[in-house]
């Protein structure tokens, strides 16, 4: 979450002549707080007790934790995505080159890593 939130501040400031990247900056932070927010609640919610849910030698009943943990991931790269997809649409109307355009993306793009990591992660996990 704190990556996000200081990569959307980058953005927001970088792109300030724009309202429009600024509105859309501020949605993605406050989505990816309230995604933050969903994360905790289904870390300490979904077993009673909550400990039972990293401590397999408490009893006690847990929901289906995969299901929760997948569908968490997926709403975290789609917001990852959109704020890869940010500098596209913030970068298109700018009068600059073509190759201008394409390095700043490619510098602004290396944030890509940080999406695809955890998700392989995952996927290798599921295996």
Not at 82 to 100: D, F, G, K, N, V
């Amino acid at each position: 979450m704190v990556i996000r939130t200081t990569a959307l501040s980058f953005l927001y400031a970088m792109f300030s002549a724009s309202k429009a990247v600024q509105l859309v900056a501020l949605t993605l932070m406050v989505l990816s707080g309230l995604y933050g927010l969903a994360v905790l609640f289904t870390i300490f919610l979904i077993c009673h007790p909550a400990a039972a849910a990293w401590d397999t030698s408490i009893s006690g009943t847990c929901g289906c934790q995969i299901v929760s943990y997948i569908s968490l991931e997926i709403l975290g790269a789609l917001v990852d995505l959109a704020i890869l997809a940010l500098p596209i649409i913030a970068l298109r109307p700018l009068q600059m080159s073509l190759r201008q355009k394409c390095e700043v993306l490619g510098w602004l793009s290396i944030g890509a890593v940080y999406v695809v990591t955890p998700r392989l992660r995952l996927w290798w996990k599921l295996d």
